[in-house]
């Protein structure tokens, strides 16, 4: 399972068992909530980190605001100019946001010895996923399985490898 079915198992089994197994959905009205924000800054922070960690050479603005277009046209259809005004204002703050973390980000990994080594990394069982991790208590035994955003490794003195995780949320 994913961290946030973990979460929501934890929290409330219930929740879960509704949620997860009998696929119990909310039915209200669409719109462009917080999971769609997170969705969105998300994106845009996956393709700008990894052009980042190619050497993405340029301005991380028009980066930002490239891959925010491209995500607009899949996402709504349409081009980002077509949006309606009170989105566009929302995209404009959130494109704004991610620029800035994007400049910390690479900011950081001018100064670190860790080098990004994998994206999206796979947590599961199937093809070349990494094998998921076992939680057993009780009566109960969860897999964590899901996705990686980030994954930067370095080589210390002594031969060992350091590991350090992300997660863009």
Same mark, same amino acid.
């Given at each position: ?12 089994? =219930? ?6 197994? &009998? $696929? &119990? ?10 999971? #769609? ?7 845009? &922070? /996956?393709?700008? @980190?990894?052009? *980042? ?8 603005? /028009? ?6 277009? /491209?995500? *607009? ?26 620029? /800035?973390?994007? $400049?910390? *980000? ?12 994998? =994206? ?5 069982? #199937?093809?070349?996923? @990494? ?15 899901? $996705? ?15 590991? &350090?995780?992300?997660? =863009?949320?």
């Amino acid at each position: 399972t994913s961290y946030s079915r973990l979460e929501k198992f934890i929290k409330c089994r =219930f929740a879960y068992f509704c949620e997860y197994e &009998l $696929k &119990l959905r909310d039915n209200t009205p669409a719109s462009f909530g917080a999971g #769609d924000i997170g969705s969105f800054i998300h994106g845009i &922070l /996956e393709k700008t @980190v990894k052009w *980042i960690a190619d050497g993405g050479e340029g301005d991380i603005g /028009e980066n930002v605001r490239a891959t925010a277009q /491209e995500y *607009i046209s899949q996402v709504f259809h349409m081009s980002a100019d077509a949006v309606p005004k009170r989105l566009a204002h929302l995209f404009r703050y959130l494109c704004n946001s991610a620029e /800035e973390f994007a $400049k910390k *980000i690479r900011a950081e990994m001018e100064q670190s010895a860790f080098k990004p080594c994998d =994206f999206e990394l796979t947590i599961g069982k #199937d093809g070349d996923a @990494v094998a998921p991790l076992t939680l057993t208590d009780d009566d109960v035994t969860v897999e964590l399985r899901g $996705k990686i955003d980030r994954v930067d490794t370095v080589t210390l003195k002594d031969g060992r490898k350091a590991v &350090l995780v992300y997660d =863009f949320k």
